[in-house]
Structure formats: structure tokens, C-alpha cells
């Protein structure tokens, strides 16, 4: 499934290069285990792609992820599905003021020709240490987001 999830991000971010040049972001658990080159068995794919498209310009994702034969499941999510494989958008700019992370150093990935964003160890580092300080994901997520945090530590320390 893991593979699946991977190619299916590809497809979406081909689609936003060609037809809307978004350089999109790999995010989430996938995004990490592409980092690690690990499985740490992500639930969904997350996608970060430019505030401006998640307002003003969203009809553009929407028309998309429809023509891939996604179906909208969560507008305040921003969350399509397909075979029971859920993509989530979200805001990019978001990682500024949530962990720091300077968006304007994060790495291109260039992948069979699609561009997209992999936030590097250190990125996931701090994304992960705010992610276990919010209400919700420390309630519901607080042991997966530790361990994450101990394996990314893990590897900045090459162990």
C-alpha cells in the first residue's frame, strides 16, 4: 500500500506542475518515510501546496483531483478520496508559524521528471516536536509522533 501511496502522490503532483505550476510538498508520514527509507505504515497522503490554492484558487484543485477520479470527502479538510486512499491539502505556509521551518529552504525533489518538496531530517524534527505539543494530535497521535521523533533523532545522529 505504501508504494500505492507514493505513486499516487506522484501522479498529483505531475498533474500540479503541468497544469498549474505548484511544486507541491510531500508531507505526513510519507513524506518521512521517504526521508528515513523506512515504513512507518502512513494512513493518508498529505500534500502542501500555496495558501492562495486552498482559497481563491481552489477550484483548480478540486477540478484536479476530480479529473483523477477523486471525490471530495472533507471541504474544511481539504480531503479527497479514491479506493480508500485519502489525500489531504493543506497550506504550506502553515509550517512557518507552527515549527519554524523555513520554507524557503526546503529541497526540490526531482522524481522521473515531477518536481515536488521533501523537508529534510531536521525540518521533520522540529514539524514532529510541534506536532506533540498540539492539543488535538497529543491527545489522539502523541505515541506515533514520539516515536517518529526518536527514530528522526535516530538518524540525525546516524544510529
Known sequence: MEKYKKEAFLQIAEMLNARIGITP???GSLGLEQRLGTDLGADDVDVLIPEEFLSE???CIAEIMSEEGYTLY??????FEKDGLSVAF????NLVPFAGVDTGKIPVTDENGVRYYLLDLQDYLKVYTASSKDGYRRDTKNKNDNQKIELIKQA????
Open 74 to 79: 472533507d471541504a474544511h479538510e481539504h480531503a
Open 90 to 93: 493543506a497550506s504550506i505556509e
Open 57 to 59: 484558487k481552489w477550484e
Open 25 to 27: 510538498l510531500l508531507f
Open 156 to 159: 540525525l545522529n546516524g544510529k
